[in-house]
């Protein structure tokens, strides 16, 4: 594997509805203006035929599941408690792509240790899109194996600037008794940042023999230094939390309102099948004007 710098880049339904508000829908990517003790609720997933049930599933515990979206691709889900999205991707030359890591050390050991069950034992890289915990909450677990993870020189800068801001932001949202569990883990969540850095604006390439990755900066959105990693070969493009998989915005403390739509524009020059978002079960392409139109109509 070598690397470079890259280059700029929906009578029944109502019912549910009703049911759905009284029973209290599960949370994605929190609201940081509420300061409560019930977890921000975020509404449903969007519908759509690439949802959960359309792939193969493997639950490795009651917070963690797998799907596998190709050959040699996996989406992984972390619910800690948001649930928030990783991958891993099988190159030809035999390597993983991990891209970012589910919340905590213990569950990317667990992803890792499944991975190898499944495919054998492989060299692995790793890459952090962000400085968010949901981005690089594993990277104990990986540089303690001896794994490369990459990211942005700016990562690095905002997670020694505002992670204990994050910390103590999340400790608010996880007061009440039944998220005992989670506030104890992020209490004491290690905020460990990446080892091998690039340039942001440049981004980053790296070659697999035939194979490309391609590390993006397309401009502030969800946090100043959100990167996309995409998979030519596959046409899966993983946005990270630029792309937003449910039906609210989420999580604005750290984001650039007014460029994030600009930012996530930009993406549709990459061709791609697949996008994976950040949080959500949606992968369809469709995803990118989802986003848009929905922080179109957040900032009116």
């Not at 942001?200 to 391609?214: M, N, P, S, T």
């Not at 449910?246 to 650039?256: H, I, K, L, Q, Y």
């Not at 020059?269 to 369809?284: A, C, I, K, M, N």
Request: proline share 7%; aromatic share 10%.
């Amino acid at each position: 594997m070598r690397h470079k710098k890259q280059p700029h880049w929906t009578i029944a339904l109502v019912l549910l509805t009703l049911i759905l508000a009284a029973c209290g829908r599960s949370p994605s990517d929190p609201t940081p203006t509420q300061n409560t003790t019930q977890l921000p609720d975020l509404g449903e997933p969007t519908a759509d035929t690439t949802g959960p049930d359309s792939y193969e599933r493997f639950v490795i515990n009651e917070d963690l599941y797998v799907r596998r979206i190709q050959a040699g691709v996996f989406v992984i889900t972390h619910a800690f408690p948001w649930p928030g999205n990783s991958m891993i991707v099988e190159m030809r030359s035999s390597e993983l792509v991990l891209v970012d890591t589910p919340y905590t050390p213990e569950a990317t050991r667990e992803v890792l240790e499944w991975i190898e069950t499944e495919l054998g034992e492989r060299e692995i890289i790793a890459i952090n899109t962000g400085f968010h915990y949901d981005n690089l909450g594993g990277n104990e677990y990986l540089i303690e194996q001896g794994i490369p993870v990459y990211g942005s020189e700016l990562t690095v800068e905002l997670l020694e600037e505002r992670g204990e801001e994050m910390r103590t932001m999340t400790l608010d949202w996880l007061q009440a008794p039944q998220y005992q569990r989670y506030y104890e883990t992020h209490e004491t969540l290690a905020y460990i940042a990446p080892t091998h850095l690039f340039e942001l604006a440049e981004g980053l390439q790296l070659e697999f023999e035939d194979e490309i990755v391609q590390v993006y900066y397309p401009g502030p959105s969800h946090s100043p230094d959100n990167v996309v990693v995409y998979f030519p070969s596959r046409r899966i493009l993983f946005g990270t939390c630029m792309i937003i998989g449910r039906d609210e915005v989420g999580n604005t403390s750290d984001a650039d309102l007014e460029a994030w739509p600009k930012s996530v524009r930009d993406l549709a020059q990459f061709d791609f099948g697949v996008l994976v978002p950040g949080h959500g079960d949606r992968l369809d392409p469709g995803l990118l004007e989802h986003t848009v139109n929905l922080l179109t109509n957040f900032q009116e």
